[in-house]
């Protein structure tokens, strides 16, 4: 069984960086996708960026491209999102995801971090 636990989130002002965290239990790390959701209320979970096992592959979704680096460190079993120049509209609910598949698709994702956070003012 995998678990993932986020940090990281919090309040900032737009313009502003934040960075989060999501570490994962269990092994080989490494042999899975990892990918970065967000979700407001009354709206669906949406994608927001995944890197393949190796680190070497990356997608992001267009809203945050040029703003947002995600990246990992297999040897921690950690994956992170760098979030740079924030807007308000980024505000949501972070969520961290494990999937055997390097796919931008949410359904694939089999386990999930339980959320942070994040809240831009303007």
């Known amino acids: 069984q995998v678990q993932l636990v986020e940090s990281g989130g919090g309040l900032v002002q737009a313009g502003g960086s934040l960075s989060l965290s999501c570490a994962a239990s269990g092994r080989a790390f490494s042999r899975y996708a990892m990918g970065w959701f967000r979700q407001v209320p009354g709206k669906e979970r949406e994608f927001v960026a995944t890197i393949s096992g190796s680190g070497l592959t990356t997608i992001y979704t267009d809203s945050v491209k040029g703003r947002f680096t995600i990246s990992r460190d297999n040897a921690k079993n950690t994956v992170y999102l760098q979030m740079n120049s924030l807007k308000p509209e980024d505000t949501a609910i972070y969520y961290c995801?494990?999937?055997?598949?390097?796919?931008?698709?949410?359904?694939?994702?089999?386990?999930w971090g339980q959320g942070t956070q994040v809240t831009v003012s303007s």
């Open positions: 995801a494990l999937s055997s598949t390097f796919t931008v698709d949410v359904g694939r994702y089999d386990y």
